[in-house]
């Protein structure tokens, strides 16, 4: 599926993308818990357009820029007016670092 095809609500939906800037990591308490968790956003783009991706906990330490990611069985929301793609809890998120990167 292309970025520009994404829309709020779809589910089970399969997307790559560079990621081409990142976020700052911020940290917000859990809605149900005293629990905090860390939280950042990257932009990732194709093709045909980009989207916002939000990061939580060891997924964030995973992305940085120029990787490529790949995230299936994701769902789209909006935050803010905006479209944002998340992995959710039964998605998975891949990276695959570029070329010459330890």
């Known amino acids: 599926m292309k970025i520009r095809d994404l829309r709020n609500g779809m589910k089970q939906v399969y997307v790559e993308g560079k990621v081409i800037e990142k976020s700052e990591t911020r940290e917000v308490l859990a809605r149900f818990s005293d629990t905090v968790h860390r939280v950042a956003t990257v ?52 990276v695959e670092k570029p070329a010459g990167h330890l």
Do not use: C, H, M, P
Request: glycine share 10%; aromatic share 8%.
């Open 43 to 94: 932009v990732i783009a194709d093709e045909t357009g980009k989207v916002k991706l939000t990061l939580w906990n060891d997924q964030i330490s995973q992305v940085e820029v120029n990787d490529l990611v790949k995230v299936e069985k994701g769902y789209v929301s909006s935050f803010r007016g905006e479209i944002q793609l998340n992995v959710g809890k039964y998605g998975k998120l891949t």
